[in-house]
């Protein structure tokens, strides 16, 4: 049976006959004949603006099974390319899934586009989640982090890489999600100038004892603050210390590192796998002005998966198929040809 997904896109034409059948016949092609879940399974796939501007508007069927709380139970809203690009408010496509899942969500992948606003709406109606991934989200305070923390207590998995947090705000967040087991909070390395800080190693071993896994990629983190992380997270089994050339795990400190953690990455270990720009700059006053970090923005792009070019979605009509809410009219930032 062949399911080439040209066989999915919208025809023209549709087949006489078969009652509803010859409408999701003639749309769907040979998919429809495939059961409810498995289509469920393979749709999830897709990116979450995809899904919401395209696929759910391609035949009843479809816009049946996207409507389903069960495929919002993640949402991944990562790597979008160039935001201010886009045709679509993507703030509004977020809650309109965040509405989809009916409290039933449980994980969450934001890039570059989240605030405090949006973050507290996710976590007013989704008070199941356990992961939460908020990545270049400049934009959200410690207020903001806080509020939303205090709603989601069966937390598990967090990463707040490449953002901008304080201890105190760390801190709270480990007190309001005892639950946590992998927390991530990555930034970009740097050697020159030498800026030492344990504020935020102090913030996860005085509030986060159930951690599990630790990445803390380009941290101003010294050997105090490692110690003092290995001595308040006793089930820590794996570190990732990568380009935090502050620290040094050698003699008795290295020693009792490599014997308690079974997954050590050393500051200057390979960065091949890591998905963001690894390169290490040298800051001048200069550079300072204009980029804090040493990068611009797209330096930090994501590499790890494409994203859909959703250009198309708008070529749809509001009243292509019966029964359409008109809910993307909303969203569309602007429509091509106007």
């Given at each position: 049976?062949?399911?080439?997904?040209?066989?999915?896109?919208?025809?023209?034409?549709?087949?006489?006959?078969?009652?509803?059948?010859?409408?999701?016949?003639?749309?769907?092609?040979?998919?429809?004949e495939?059961?409810?879940?498995?289509?469920?399974?393979?749709?999830?796939?897709?990116?979450?603006?995809?899904?919401?501007?395209?696929?759910e508007?391609?035949?009843?069927?479809?816009?049946?099974?996207?409507?389903?709380?069960?495929?919002w139970?993640?949402?991944?809203?990562?790597?979008?390319?160039?935001?201010?690009?886009?045709?679509?408010?993507?703030?509004?496509?977020?809650?309109?899934?965040?509405?989809?899942?009916?409290?039933?969500?449980?994980?969450?992948?934001?890039?570059?586009?989240?605030?405090?606003?949006?973050?507290?709406?996710?976590?007013?109606?989704?008070?199941?989640?356990?992961?939460?991934r908020?990545?270049?989200?400049?934009?959200?305070?410690?207020?903001?982090?806080?509020?939303?923390?205090?709603?989601?207590?069966?937390?598990?998995?967090?990463?707040?890489?490449?953002?901008?947090?304080?201890?105190v705000?760390?801190?709270?967040?480990?007190?309001?999600?005892?639950?946590?087991?992998?927390?991530?909070?990555?930034?970009?390395?740097?050697?020159?100038?030498?800026?030492?800080?344990?504020?935020?190693?102090?913030?996860?071993?005085?509030?986060?004892?159930?951690?599990?896994?630790?990445?803390?990629?380009?941290?101003?983190?010294?050997?105090?603050?490692?110690?003092?992380?290995?001595?308040?997270?006793?089930?820590?089994?794996?570190?990732?210390?990568?380009?935090?050339?502050?620290?040094?795990?050698?003699?008795?400190?290295?020693?009792?590192?490599?014997?308690?953690i079974?997954?050590?990455?050393?500051?200057?270990?390979?960065?091949?796998?890591?998905?963001?720009?690894?390169?290490?700059?040298?800051?001048?006053?200069?550079?300072?002005?204009?980029y804090?970090?040493?990068?611009?923005?797209?330096?930090?792009?994501?590499?790890?998966?494409?994203?859909?070019?959703?250009?198309?979605?708008?070529?749809?009509?509001?009243?292509?198929?019966?029964?359409?809410?008109?809910?993307?009219?909303?969203?569309?930032?602007?429509?091509?040809?106007?």
């Amino acid at each position: 049976m062949d399911y080439s997904l040209s066989q999915a896109r919208p025809q023209e034409e549709e087949v006489e006959g078969g009652g509803g059948g010859g409408e999701v016949g003639s749309r769907c092609g040979k998919w429809v004949e495939l059961p409810d879940d498995v289509m469920a399974s393979i749709l999830r796939r897709l990116g979450t603006i995809d899904i919401l501007a395209n696929v759910e508007r391609v035949c009843k069927t479809w816009r049946n099974i996207c409507k389903e709380p069960s495929m919002w139970r993640s949402i991944d809203m990562r790597n979008l390319g160039n935001i201010l690009d886009m045709e679509y408010d993507i703030v509004k496509i977020c809650r309109h899934a965040v509405d989809r899942s009916s409290g039933a969500l449980l994980q969450i992948n934001i890039e570059y586009f989240g605030t405090d606003d949006l973050l507290l709406y996710i976590a007013n109606r989704s008070t199941k989640l356990k992961s939460l991934r908020l990545v270049f989200c400049q934009n959200i305070s410690d207020e903001g982090l806080i509020a939303a923390a205090a709603k989601i207590p069966l937390l598990e998995e967090l990463d707040l890489s490449y953002c901008s947090f304080s201890k105190v705000a760390l801190e709270e967040v480990g007190h309001c999600c005892p639950l946590l087991k992998s927390f991530k909070l990555n930034t970009a390395g740097y050697r020159h100038p030498r800026i030492e800080s344990d504020d935020e190693a102090l913030a996860i071993a005085e509030s986060m004892p159930r951690l599990h896994h630790l990445q803390m990629f380009g941290n101003k983190v010294t050997n105090h603050g490692l110690q003092a992380i290995l001595d308040g997270c006793p089930h820590l089994e794996s570190l990732d210390v990568r380009q935090c050339f502050n620290v040094i795990l050698e003699g008795q400190l290295g020693r009792r590192f490599s014997e308690r953690i079974k997954d050590l990455r050393y500051p200057n270990d390979s960065t091949d796998d890591y998905p963001f720009d690894t390169r290490v700059p040298n800051i001048t006053s200069s550079d300072e002005e204009d980029y804090p970090s040493g990068f611009s923005d797209i330096d930090f792009m994501s590499d790890d998966g494409a994203y859909y070019d959703f250009s198309d979605g708008s070529n749809f009509t509001d009243d292509y198929y019966e029964g359409y809410d008109g809910w993307l009219d909303d969203v569309f930032m602007f429509y091509p040809g106007d």
